[in-house]
DNA sequence: CTAGGGTTAG
């Protein structure tokens, strides 16, 4: 009889586990249940409510769920780490409130799941709670626990409390190094991410491969070429087996770092490629304006039968309108929809609007715009079309999108120096006063640009005017001299309107010592003839100081190549690589 | 009987 029923069980179970995550087939095993009568078996049902979220259904996971009258801790956990796991994360933490509520124990799986939904869903005031039934329950020293509430401060923007959990750890598991690591990244805290990662090392702890994936995103983010290429020695060196995961991470990092032609070679080194990393090099070659390297990859992508998503088209819209190809965009962005089914969402809106504007095609920009809902009319739709309007010098027109701009999110006060500026271009000066007073009205401040160049193994930043770096004067001095050779050869300051508020000379000096350009000088006191000088700034170049270097390219025989909040700028030979389209 | 964890890419 047991040996019967047990094999009975076991041809039930089997019809379940051979349905697989498929709704229809399951409906149809859990329909064989109730008809021979197993429908009350709890094994069974668990196994079925998993699969069931695994196949995308909440409503059929509740409605079986529902049909279980006292759930033990077994069902609990198993619900509850399936809805997490398959993105049902509210779910998840609800399915946690009703087993609390039936005052079924919660283990440290039950903790792990449901902090995971809370990271998922940002929710701080919740996971802050389920952190406090960790310390009632015992758990707060389980390692795994620790590793998910690192990871759930960090994603809910509070990477200091995340810190703090992972200080107060004896042990520290490498998953709770990399989620201290990733957290810090993913918060824009870059260099903290970097610490992590050294005091890891020193701690003789291996890093792994999602140890890499993390700090090459920090790298990215300082676009620090040197430190980059020493995190690739030391995959390539530790013998870890390189993923595409990791490959994406390479090939974004060399791009953003400047180094476009490593980032392919990488790329190249890759025999299976997923739609990511693809989409990794299409972008790379875009910010650096390579626009029918772009393409062309972008076709072979297709021709391996790698299906191009929503993500891939903001990469191939955006190298289009970085290099002008207009005519390629168009057809792309028909071809999306057409094709792909991919609904244009407004990345790829601004995507077009900035393609159109640059070049040349105001018109076409402003009725682009206009055929948006008003829904769709975010800050950076308006943002590209005033970048239009600059550029084409259609100040009228430019002091209505500011204006529209300000509207779509007034707390931005780079939306303001924008307005003002057109202000001003447009001849409106006492709209640029008001402007700058409603700034002062609303505690507004203009964010403070600022560049770094790295010499040496170190890392140099600058900002406007900087005088805290103890060659102070050797730089002022050498840029000094720079400019004058500059105008020497025919450079003229291009006055910016941003500096409304200084006049005459004061203007010029605020100008000459913008950050990039002290950065700039810093670096070729600093290095020898030959050597590419690499910046990063914050914030959009500006002009001037763009013109500028284009001198300096000429007049010292330099590459300098700068990466701006947008896109690179590579200077040889007077001349720069964004054809002064930015 | 039924499952089993936390970290990583465009």
Redesign the pocket.
């Known amino acids: 009889m047991d040996g019967k029923e047990r094999k009975i069980?076991s041809a039930e179970?089997e019809a379940v586990v051979s349905a697989g995550p498929h709704l229809r087939r399951l409906q149809q095993a859990h329909a064989h249940l109730v008809v021979t009568g197993c429908h009350r078996?709890?094994?069974l049902l668990?196994?079925l409510l998993?699969l069931s979220c695994a196949a995308g259904s909440i409503a059929y996971t509740r409605r079986l769920f529902r049909s279980v009258s006292d759930p033990d801790?077994?069902?609990f956990?198993?619900l509850i780490?399936a809805s997490?796991?398959f993105g049902f994360s509210l779910d998840a933490v609800l399915f946690y409130r009703r087993m609390l509520l039936s005052r079924i124990v919660p283990?440290?799986?039950t903790?792990?799941?449901v902090i995971?939904a809370c990271?998922d869903l940002s929710l701080l005031c919740i996971g802050t709670l389920v952190h406090s039934h960790v310390f009632v329950s015992g758990y707060a020293s389980?390692?795994?626990?620790?590793?998910?509430l690192i990871?759930f401060y960090a994603k809910s923007c509070t990477p200091r409390v995340a810190r703090k959990v992972f200080d107060e750890m004896p042990q520290r598991?490498?998953?709770?190094w990399?989620?201290m690591i990733?957290g810090y990244e993913?918060n824009g805290l870059a260099n903290e991410a970097v610490e992590v990662f050294n005091k890891m090392r020193e701690s003789r702890v291996e890093p792994?491969?999602?140890?890499f994936?993390?700090v090459l995103?920090a790298c990215?983010q300082l676009g620090s070429l040197d430190f980059g290429c020493w995190l690739h020695d030391c995959i390539v060196g530790s013998g870890i087996t390189m993923n595409?995961?990791?490959a994406?991470?390479l090939v974004?990092m060399f791009s953003r770092c400047g180094d476009v032609g490593r980032a392919r070679a990488v790329f190249y080194s890759m025999i299976e490629g997923?739609?990511?990393?693809w989409?990794?090099m299409i972008?790379g070659y875009g910010m650096h304006g390579y626009g029918v390297e772009a393409m062309e990859v972008f076709h072979r992508m297709k021709a391996r039968g790698v299906v191009p998503?929503s993500?891939?088209f903001v990469?191939v819209l955006s190298a289009c309108a970085h290099a002008g190809l207009i005519d390629e965009g168009r057809s792309v962005f028909a071809s999306m929809k057409q094709e792909y089914g991919v609904v244009p969402g407004v990345e790829h809106h601004v995507c077009m609007v900035d393609m159109f504007g640059r070049g040349g095609l105001l018109n076409e920009a402003y009725q682009f715009v206009k055929g948006l809902n008003s829904d769709e009319l975010v800050p950076a739709v308006w943002t590209a079309m005033l970048g239009a309007c600059k550029m084409h010098k259609n100040f009228d027109l430019g002091v209505e999108v500011a204006e529209n701009l300000i509207n779509a999110e007034p707390e931005n006060p780079g939306h303001y120096v924008l307005l003002s500026n057109m202000y001003a271009l447009a001849g409106r000066m006492d709209r640029v006063e008001s402007v700058r007073n409603v700034m002062i009205q609303r505690g507004l401040k203009k964010q403070v640009g600022y560049s770094t160049i790295d010499v040496d193994n170190r890392s140099y930043l600058f900002s406007m005017g900087d005088k805290s770096h103890p060659e102070t004067n050797e730089i002022y001095c050498f840029l000094d001299e720079l400019i004058w050779r500059c105008k020497d050869a025919g450079y003229a300051p291009v006055p910016e309107s941003a500096m409304h508020e200084l006049e005459g000379e004061e203007r010029e000096y605020a100008l000459r010592y913008h950050s990039e350009k002290l950065a700039v000088a810093f670096g070729l006191m600093k290095t020898g003839d030959g050597v590419t000088l690499r910046i990063v700034k914050n914030l959009r170049i500006c002009e001037d100081c763009h013109s500028a270097i284009k001198f300096i390219s000429a007049v010292m025989n330099r590459e300098i190549i700068v990466r701006d909040k947008l896109r690179f700028h590579h200077f040889r030979e007077g001349s720069c690589s964004c054809s002064d389209y930015w």
């Open positions: 069980k179970y078996s709890r094994a668990t196994k998993t801790s077994f069902l956990n198993s780490k997490s796991k283990s440290t799986y903790f792990t799941s995971k990271a389980d390692s795994f626990v620790q590793a998910a990871a598991s490498i998953v709770a990399n989620s990733s993913q792994d491969s999602a140890t994936v993390s995103s990215s595409v995961v990791l994406t991470s974004n997923n739609v990511v990393l989409t990794a972008s998503n993500v891939t990469a």
